[in-house]
């Protein structure tokens, strides 16, 4: 990212061409910035020039002479539009002369510097948050920051003072740093304003604008959002964050959506150069057997009042042992991903609520060793035949199953002696299509039945006189079968 301040020395402005639009022969520069590394692109007609001009002659005393008059007869001519252009070249080049350490906020924002520049950039922000911060808060303390805002905020952070501004009061970085410190819920996404973004993370690597500015390339820290329980990432990795020390003790909620992450551990380890090393257990019980250095690891990577973590829409393939830093979970969401198996979730005891939608699980093998203390489970969209290793889960309330291979309504058994069971959904299985469906699989439940919510409705009156009749072959049967 471009920061002019310490960097002045390696700017240079440049109009390479100009264009013509055909159908209403309007004439457009296109100038080229650099700062550095970094370069943008900003397209300007010369009407633009002359009132940027008007106003520095006005506000700043420039020449009146620097800028290129107009002409009103053969102003299209190519040998004059290439004349110009020339002009209006050496024009730009002259003014980043003159203003070589600090540029008037007329040419910044004429230039784009508040878009790509770190300094000019914040001061916009500032002055938003100066006007508007206490508002913004007053409504929701959530805010949505770009990968590029929250990399200046972490660059300036680590800046002297730059050049104090004419109109300070309303740019004074302070107002930034008041409005991050009172934010409870952050959210990050590549580009503000974009929803493209937000849907496909294939987009992670497109630049910024017409800068050359990569989203998913920039690194920072948070250390200005002291006060943060919910951090939102979208369509950006974790692993941009390099030091997540600070708001561990304070977090409750983290989601990461439409990312190309394959394992948990960029998100939960995001800042740990050993995240692929086995995490061990941090269940309170298991303290007198932990050694000195798995003490130590506790103390950096626990995230002691996490609570939820919704990794929706990623790329994941497993729950590996990152999970563990993390004992206090109560809400995992996990759809959307490319997990086959579970793991890694039995020293989670306050985990409530899980969710696999849309995932790739075929088998559940005795889940409740994995889970004992579960309330909710959904697992719509995946390739699940059997439902054996549901038996045990004595604590489920809420179960989805919609959407995936069942077609023996004898898998119900499994999951009908569940004590505490209210909801449950099967539609879009194979089972779902048969005869009397409904009034089937609620005689399952036999004395329960009226009790159970199937499919998101309760049995009719008409479905619970047939269940209580197929309920009565069913334990006639089984009678049988016993002698």
Known sequence: MSCYYRQHEEASVTIPKYSVESSAGITYYDIKVRVGNVEWFVERRYRDFAQLHEKLVEEISISKKLLPPKKLVGNKQPAFLEQRREQLETYLQELLIYFRNELP???????????????????DLAKLFNESGDALLSAKKEYNLSALEVFAISERLALPCPPINEQVGKYDFSHVLDFCTQLAALVVTPVKDNTTFAQDYNTVDVPIGRSNIIPNRLSFNLNAFRNLKTLKFSALSTENIVDIEL???????????????????????????????????????????RSNGDDELLSTDAWNELCELDLTGNLLTQIDGSVRTAPKLRRLVLEQNRIRNIQNLAELPHLQMLSLSGNLIAECVDWHLTMGNLVTLKLSQNKIKSLSGLRKLLSLVNLDLSCNLIDDLKEVDFVANLPLLETLRLTGNPLAGSVDYRPRVLARFHGRAAEISLDNEPGTQQEMDMALVLSALLTAEQRQRQK
């Open 247 to 289: 708001l561990k003790p304070t977090l409750q909620t983290i989601c990461v959506h439409n990312t190309t992450i394959t394992h948990i551990n960029q998100v939960l380890l995001c800042d740990n150069l050993h995240k692929d090393c086995d995490v061990p257990s941090i269940v309170p019980e298991h303290s007198a057997s």
């Open 105 to 123: 906020r007329l040419l910044a924002e004429f230039l784009e510097f508040n878009k790509y520049d770190i300094i000019y950039l914040l001061q």
